[in-house]
Nanobody
């Protein structure tokens, strides 16, 4: 089994910063892409940023220049540094990873449980 555990969400004032972390554990053979998605109330889940196993990154236009995604391969962890936060960034943030498990040697997507980020004064 594979688990993704997120941490780092919370309440922050506009203009503030938060750093999200997501650690993958379990029977992992290898991890391909990792990324962060978010879902605000009444809206569809959307991609925030992702990073390939070659460290290529991709960002939603709404977060470019404010958010930075990175990963620690030794720790199977992906991070999202969020600066200059705005009220419209309020959402549940979900970690995603494309993983090959040792049990099946098949590639599949895995999701974390989500962490709430609230930007409000």
């Amino acid at each position: 089994q594979v688990q993704l555990v997120e941490s780092g969400g919370g309440l922050v004032q506009p203009g503030g910063s938060l750093r999200l972390s997501c650690a993958a554990s379990g029977s992992i053979f290898s991890i391909n892409d990792m990324g962060w998605y978010r879902q605000a109330p009444g809206k569809q889940r959307e991609l925030v940023a992702d990073i390939t196993s070659g460290d290529s990154t991709n960002y939603a236009d709404s977060v470019k220049g404010r958010f930075t995604i990175s990963r620690d391969y030794a720790k199977n962890t992906v991070y999202l540094q969020m600066n200059s936060l705005k009220p419209e960034d309020t959402a549940v943030y979900y970690c995603n990873a494309v993983i090959i498990t040792r049990a099946t040697m098949h590639l599949g997507p895995y999701w974390g449980q989500g962490t709430q980020v609230t930007v409000s004064s």
